[in-house]
C-alpha cells in the first residue's frame, strides 16, 4: 500500500501537469486565426484578432525573459 505523502505527491503532479496541458492548449487556441473553434466538447464563434494584436501576442509569448549567463557575475582576478 502506498503511503499518503506518495499518493499527495501523484496527485500533485497529476493535477500541475494537466492544468499545463490546458493552459497551452487554450493560449494556443486564443492565438489562432480560425473564427470557429470545435475542440473536444468545446464549441464557440469569435471574432479573430486583428494583424496588429496577434504579432504582438504571438512575439510576447516566444519572448520571456531574456538569456542569462551564468559567468557574466563570476569575477576573473
Same mark, same amino acid.
Given at each position: 500500500?502506498? *503511503?499518503?505523502?506518495? !499518493?499527495?505527491?501523484? !496527485?500533485?503532479?497529476?493535477?500541475?501537469?494537466?492544468?499545463?496541458? !490546458?493552459?497551452?492548449?487554450? +493560449?494556443?487556441?486564443?492565438?489562432?486565426?480560425?473564427?470557429? !473553434?470545435?475542440?473536444?466538447?468545446?464549441?464557440?464563434?469569435? *471574432?479573430?484578432?486583428? %494583424?496588429?494584436?496577434?504579432? %504582438? *501576442?504571438?512575439?510576447?509569448?516566444? +519572448?520571456?525573459?531574456?538569456?542569462?549567463?551564468?559567468? *557574466?557575475?563570476?569575477?576573473? %582576478?
Amino acid at each position: 500500500m502506498m *503511503e499518503a505523502a506518495a !499518493i499527495i505527491a501523484i !496527485i500533485s503532479v497529476s493535477a500541475t501537469a494537466g492544468g499545463a496541458f !490546458i493552459t497551452a492548449l487554450f +493560449h494556443s487556441l486564443s492565438l489562432s486565426r480560425c473564427s470557429q !473553434i470545435d475542440c473536444l466538447c468545446f464549441k464557440c464563434k469569435r *471574432e479573430v484578432l486583428s %494583424e496588429d494584436t496577434y504579432r %504582438e *501576442e504571438s512575439k510576447a509569448t516566444r +519572448h520571456l525573459a531574456d538569456p542569462v549567463n551564468p559567468l *557574466e557575475d563570476i569575477a576573473v %582576478e
